[in-house]
């Protein structure tokens, strides 16, 4: 019966053509037709057509379909799904939403695009605040094991002590506490995720997941009532280290900004040109343009490179990377390729990167180990003191010395810059870096005079 309400156009069709065999032998008759129905249930578009047209005109039910996440596909894809929900309207006769990513649709929609040929409702929903959705995850992951709505929550860590879920709630809290209530942290992790809620989601499953991520301590501090709080460096190393054991800017979250480019010459190196052009373009973070605050003609920020002594080829290599990075963003949303791109502006993430995190002892450290150097006694000593676990003494003593390395071939692109005549826009870094890493360095300093006491 269901059947027939769904086929009811062919099934009524079919009694028309069959009636001759209706008169004569029914259940020839009725066998013909459950055989028709049957071939028609195979046609599943058929079958929802005909489906939402039954709720529709006999329960009075109006439907409505929703394709979700084709905003996380490429923009082809994105334009075959809003045709496709263009296809359905017309067939369902129903409403239909279709999440697409905001720049797709300006594009398409202003520039001749098959949005032109239909009239849309739109509505724009911007993206909430990372911290804000983390919050209320970690608040209802708080909640189920609180109440122990999560069956068999329990871990078992060394020296036979249980954690059960009150404990892992406990854990739950630090980790928001560290999050919210440390601006260091939360700062870090706002900036990293760049107004993209998955990558900040993608962020905080890095720190949980790495194995930098020291859950049997902070459990037992926990399970000892101890007030445990994690610090900025516990958060960064899982982040940016991920589960392996040495940072690397191929595969972290967290890129290196001294990682070097290639120059003119195959043996030319450049180790601060991505700085420089980060700082260039926070000078404009607050300046108006034709296309936005913050913008700067990607020309300018070409000239200023090439400048430096890189070749075009190059120029264009490490522009692209500043944007798969994230350091960097275009003026157009849907970048198909650098030709397309007029302008270019420094994200916030790019301005954290430069203006906070490249003084932060734990930056430095990763990248250090991470940077192609040009001192073959420094990097004997770094192979020799990280083959084990070195004291934090040793770490601090090697931070420092692969600054002072690093001040070798900064000398030479300064020179450079001021043979270029851009000298004033293109300041000495390191001399920033130890300035603004004093404070990082004084702290660890004084953990280590402490260490030293209560040994």
């Not at 190196?269 to 420089?276: H, I, K, N, Q």
């Not at 920033?432 to 404070?439: D, R, V």
């Amino acid at each position: 019966m269901g059947l027939e309400q769904v086929f009811w156009g062919d099934v009524q069709r079919f009694q028309k053509t069959q009636r001759p065999v209706a008169e004569i032998d029914r259940a020839e008759y009725e066998k013909r037709k459950i055989a028709f129905l049957e071939e028609l249930h195979h046609d599943k578009r058929a079958f929802v057509r005909g489906a939402l047209r039954v709720l529709r005109e006999r329960y009075h039910r109006h439907v409505c379909v929703i394709l979700d996440n084709a905003d996380q596909c490429d923009a082809d894809y994105q334009r075959a799904v809003y045709l496709f929900a263009r296809t359905l309207e017309d067939e369902l006769r129903c409403l239909v939403i279709v999440a697409l990513r905001e720049e797709w649709y300006w594009h398409f929609g202003r520039r001749g695009g098959p949005l032109d040929a239909y009239h849309d409702v739109v509505y724009h929903i911007p993206a909430p605040r990372t911290r804000d959705v983390l919050a209320r995850r970690l608040d209802y992951a708080i909640q189920l094991a609180t109440q122990y709505d999560i069956p068999h929550a329990h871990a078992t860590l060394s020296h036979n002590i249980a954690l059960e879920a009150a404990h892992l709630a406990k854990y739950l809290a630090v980790c928001k506490r560290a999050f919210f209530n440390n601006e260091d942290i939360s700062l870090f992790f706002e900036c990293l995720s760049n107004g993209s809620v998955r990558k900040g989601l993608s962020a905080f499953l890095e720190f949980v997941r790495s194995g930098h991520t020291h859950v049997d301590e902070y459990l037992k501090a926990i399970f000892d009532s101890q007030n445990y709080t994690l610090s900025f460096h516990q958060v960064f190393k899982s982040v940016a280290y991920g589960p392996y054991k040495w940072y690397s800017s191929e595969r972290s979250l967290v890129p290196n900004v001294l990682h070097p480019v290639k120059g003119s010459t195959s043996l030319q190196l450049s180790w601060f040109t991505r700085v420089y052009l980060l700082r260039y373009l926070s000078r404009f973070r607050s300046t108006s343009s034709s296309v936005g605050v913050g913008y700067v003609p990607i020309g300018d920020a070409r000239n200023l490179v090439l400048s430096l002594g890189l070749d075009p080829g190059h120029v264009q290599s490490l522009i692209r990377d500043l944007f798969e990075s994230e350091l960097v963003e275009p003026e157009v949303r849907l970048l198909r390729s650098l030709e397309a791109c007029s302008y270019i502006r420094i994200t916030a993430w790019g301005y954290y990167v430069v203006g906070k995190l490249l003084v932060r002892f734990p930056y430095l450290e990763a990248i250090m180990l991470d940077t192609p150097l040009p001192d073959v006694k420094l990097l004997d000593h770094l192979v020799s003191t990280y083959g084990s676990k070195p004291p934090l003494r040793h770490r601090l003593a090697s931070v420092r010395r692969f600054l002072e390395c690093m001040s070798v071939p900064e000398n030479e692109e300064q020179t450079r810059a001021e043979t270029a005549g851009i000298g004033d826009q293109c300041p000495p870094v390191i001399p920033l870096i130890k300035e603004g890493s004093e404070a990082d360095f004084s702290a660890i300093q004084s953990a280590i005079e402490r260490q030293a006491q209560d040994v």
